[in-house]
């Protein structure tokens, strides 16, 4: 492992850490599942994004005026985007066993969202932690601690190789230091 000074070593290490093939076969589980409504777990995923953090709306021209969550539920720009980022999760989850191909799935999403949508990195910290809220409500009878953990390791994942991906393209823009919550699991009931 190449060592870079400071906070980057950190997160190539854990860019480095893979999910064990317990922990792959248990976030492939739940996705399964969960992909069968895809469409309507995104759009869930994105109104609840936008309703409790509505700064991300700044990047979305097309539905930024939106407040109401029906009216969101019902734009069709809006169901089209979660559609988007359901299809790009489903190409990490479905290729877990292959961190080359998950590595580059991220790295264009995350050059994509620097590049040309210039979105602050931190969006993709606070979205996957909607993400795992939606998850652990719609699984809240059967979401046992090892998959909510093989969940939030992934999400660090995720946000790993995104944020690296910001880096190798010289992001610099920065938000204030801001305190993101973390993403609100159901005690275990394993």
Same mark, same amino acid.
């Given at each position: 492992?190449?060592? *870079? ?41 994105? *109104? ?16 930024? /005026? ?27 989850? =479905? ?13 264009? *999403? ?6 040309? /949508?210039?979105? =602050? ?29 093989? $969940? ?8 790993? /190789? ?8 010289? $992001? ?19």
């Amino acid at each position: 492992m190449e060592k *870079v000074p400071g906070d980057m070593e950190i997160e190539r290490r854990e860019r480095s850490e893979e999910l064990s093939e317990t922990e792959r076969k248990a976030v492939q589980d739940t996705w399964a599942r969960l992909y069968t409504n895809c469409e309507d777990v995104g759009v869930a995923i994105l *109104v609840r994004f936008f309703v409790n953090f509505p700064s991300a709306k700044q990047y979305f021209s097309q539905f930024q /005026h939106l407040e109401d969550p029906l009216e969101m539920e019902r734009s069709p720009q809006l169901r089209k985007h979660a559609c988007r980022v359901m299809g790009a999760l489903n190409t990490v989850v =479905e290729n877990l066993h292959d961190p080359d191909k998950v590595s580059s799935v991220l790295a264009l *999403v995350g050059k994509a969202h620097a590049l040309k /949508h210039k979105v =602050e990195p931190v969006y993709f910290k606070i979205l996957s932690g909607v993400i795992l809220e939606v998850i652990a409500e719609e699984f809240a009878d059967d979401f046992p601690s090892e998959t909510q953990r093989a $969940w939030s390791k992934l999400r660090s994942l995720i946000y790993s /190789h995104v944020t690296a991906a910001y880096k190798e393209v010289g $992001w610099v823009q920065q938000l204030p230091t801001t305190n993101i919550p973390p993403a609100t699991l159901p005690s275990s009931r394993s």
